[in-house]
């Protein structure tokens, strides 16, 4: 296969998004206000559902983008950084607008470089490593047009470039559906939950004889023995936002920061993670096994409940609005006072009722476990071949892949983008 090298900012330009204004900000509508909070680790929309982000109001028409549009996460909130330089596809249904912070692809050489292709080129690890290195910033990171435009990639004829995305989407196509199935499933859990258990209508916190402390149900950062050797390790970074999944577990040599076992929720400490909803349910550790995780989580363990219904809770309006509420420190860096909820005083459920709720619902928690672990085996396994289909070590000029959908796409995304 016949390749070149070529310098993006020979084939491509960057820009910036727009300032919108807050007081426009609304939590529904139908134009979807884009941040680097909807970017997935390695490339990818993530579309946050209730918590997502609307805009009512005037803008630029300039900055309402298109399907098949590439953008490129430009900031990162954390100092690991791990979207920055992660590129997001422009679905072709919705509406999306161009946010600061955002960096759209324009001008693109489509003579030379497909934008699917270069879509996948910034899901490589390799890639993203290299803007990384040169970011600004100790907290938040930055990235910028011109360090993005000086890296060098190796392309490969458009026929080739077309077959490797076809590859590669394909992989991408059955992780979301997964995905949209694990969304119905949380939504179901939680509006079951409510259904069952409305602790705020009509309820006197005064007087009603089942409230009692949040911690006579859950307890909080319960000691954990300290495993010896190698564990594995949880980064904040695994905490989904709209979910209970986990991303995939690191290993370290030692155990380090809090422990916890199977059946846990993780709620994150830290601002904005907490504010953006990460929480998880642990999942995949045998019987009696410790893992840790960051620093910047808590622990929660059911204690007279099952852990079904303590996830259920950590994630109700009441208990996160108290754990927001009690966040202290500098701007930016806020984090939770573990002493809010030892205050916090919630509606115990009658046995009957909550063993009646675990029974139903335990079957979902299980499937979406096993969605999340069908995922993470068809990211393993796109992940490994993504930077041998980018470099050619991988070479699809002999495949007899139907590239026909993504050439499709390609000329819709041409079409849409001249008419915008």
């Given amino acids: 296969m016949l390749r070149r090298e070529w310098r993006l900012a020979d084939l491509m330009r960057i820009r910036h998004g727009f300032a919108f204004k807050g007081e426009h900000f609304v939590s529904d509508g139908d134009k979807v206000l884009l941040s680097p909070g909807n970017f997935r680790i390695g490339g990818g929309l993530k579309l946050k559902g209730s918590k997502e982000k609307y805009y009512n109001g005037d803008f630029p028409g300039q900055f309402e983008l298109v399907g098949g549009d590439v953008i490129i996460a430009m900031t990162d909130l954390t100092q690991e950084a791990p979207i920055l330089g992660s590129p997001v596809r422009i679905p072709s249904s919705g509406r999306y607008l161009h946010n600061q912070r955002l960096g759209l692809v324009t001008d693109l050489d489509t003579t030379v470089l497909t934008s699917s292709y270069l879509f996948y080129v910034l899901c490589d690890d390799s890639i993203r490593a290299k803007i990384r290195a040169s970011a600004t910033g100790s907290t938040v990171r930055h990235t910028s047009p011109e360090r993005v435009l000086s890296l060098t990639v190796s392309l490969p004829p458009l026929t080739e470039q077309l077959k490797v995305g076809a590859v590669l989407a394909a992989f991408d196509d059955l992780i979301e559906i997964n995905r949209r199935r694990i969304d119905v499933l949380e939504e179901a859990i939680h509006a079951e939950f409510r259904a069952r258990f409305d602790f705020e209508a009509g309820i006197d916190w005064a007087e009603a004889s089942r409230v009692v402390p949040f911690t006579a149900l859950v307890d909080v950062n319960p000691r954990v023995p300290t495993p010896s050797g190698e564990v594995r390790y ?102 939770v006072s573990t002493a809010c909820f030892d205050e916090l005083r919630v509606v115990a459920p009658s046995p009957e009722a909550e063993t009646s709720f675990s029974v139903a619902i335990g079957p979902t928690f299980d499937l979406i476990h096993s969605l999340s672990a069908t995922n993470e085996n068809l990211l393993g396994q796109r992940d490994l071949l993504l930077p041998k289909l980018i470099s050619g070590e991988i070479d699809v000029s002999g495949f007899g892949i139907d590239s026909a959908r993504i050439q499709e796409q390609e000329s819709a995304w041409r079409q849409a983008r001249a008419q915008a």
Avoid at 260 to 289: C, H
Avoid at 292 to 313: D, N
Wanted: with cysteine; net charge positive; charged share 20%.
């Fill in 234 to 335: 949880l980064p904040m970074s695994a905490l989904s936002t709209t979910d209970m999944t986990l991303g995939g577990f690191e290993t370290r040599a030692r155990a380090t920061g809090v422990k916890f076992m199977r059946g846990d929720t993780l709620m994150a400490r830290i601002t904005p993670s907490l504010q953006n909803g990460k929480t998880g349910y642990v999942y995949g550790l045998a019987d009696n096994e410790v893992a840790c995780g960051s620093t910047e989580l808590i622990v929660l363990r059911a204690r007279s409940v099952s852990p079904y219904f303590a996830y259920c809770l950590a994630r109700s309006a009441r208990v996160r609005s108290v754990a927001i509420g009690s966040m202290s420190g500098a701007t930016g860096r806020q984090r």
